[in-house]
């Protein structure tokens, strides 16, 4: 036997098997064992969907795994989230929703899940929801139509996203803090709120400034009062809540993933990797900015910590409202 030549052989073949597990995907490191489900809420096409297919396509398969979208809309987007909450808690199955089903739904609905079955990963970023009126309208400023309203109580009417829906919590906790009363108008989204407005139905718009944003920017919509507290760099007519001097009812609109509470620690930590990798590209920063939406990444403990803030605060305007919880 050729020891010198034996022992050469078997160091190039180490080498070899090792150059091949570099290769590899991290699957193993990271414990997938079968593809990624994104679970949305919502039908296909809107901001939620476009965010999430987004997401999923820039992490690819570095994960070690597919990722596929499944859209599962219904019940003011609670059946989605009751199915994420069903699955098994190992990170393959997970939830990218605004926040609607998380923080206002199960104060309205009787909902088949509860907040601390759910953990949430990271939000993607935030923007407020704005009243609106049409360009031909008389009121300029928030200040005109605060005094409009006050001196009309309840006559302006204002559409909302559903009766317990985040914009109809956010308006009446803006509205109770600015000693207003208006008349809601619910419709099946801030789309076809934003169709109703256009038409002249209702007096204002009330719902997401990402859907607003065509009707701002072509002039159809004047936006006056925004629900979050800093002004927008899109909507130049509007007033946040710093500026009405009621900082502390501020309500936003955020988008964000989560899963069902339980997820190894490695396996959410692979995940918040990849996924804040494909956050932070410039396709999905474009995105961001083209909706309107103001980009900031909340990792786990920043994100937990906002919902329990909204969550307590949209459940005290409930109360306040008396809205009974649907069954």
Known sequence: ????????????????????????????????????????????????????????????????????????????????????????ADGSTLLFTANSPITAAPHVMTTRYTLEQLEPLFIVGHTGFTLCVRQDSPIRDAQGLIAAMRAAPGRFTYGTDGVGGNMHLAGERAFRALGLEATMVPFQGAAQTLTAFSGGHIDLYGGSIAVAMPAIRDGRARCLILTQRAQHPEVATGSGLDALGIPSEETLIW??????????????????????????????????????????????????????????????????????RAR
């Open 1 to 88: 036997m050729n020891l010198p030549g034996d022992i050469l052989m078997l160091k190039r073949l180490l080498l070899t098997c090792l150059a091949l597990m570099s290769l590899a995907p991290p699957l193993a490191a990271q414990g997938f064992d079968r593809p990624i489900r994104i679970i949305v809420p919502i039908a296909p096409g809107g901001g939620t969907d476009v965010f999430a297919r987004l997401l999923a396509e820039i992490v690819g398969t570095s994960l070690g795994q597919p990722i596929v979208v499944e859209n599962r809309p219904g019940a003011s987007s609670t059946i989605g989230t009751q199915f994420v909450t069903e699955q098994r």
């Open 255 to 324: 988008w964000g993933m989560l899963a069902a509470r339980g997820m190894p620690a490695d396996r959410k930590a692979a995940l918040l990797t990849a996924f804040e990798a494909a956050w932070r590209t410039e396709r999905f920063q474009t995105q961001l900015a083209r909706s309107g939406v103001t980009p900031e990444f909340r990792g786990p403990e920043a994100s937990a910590a906002l919902i329990a803030t909204e969550s307590e605060a949209l459940a005290r305007v409930v109360r306040q409202i008396g809205i009974e």
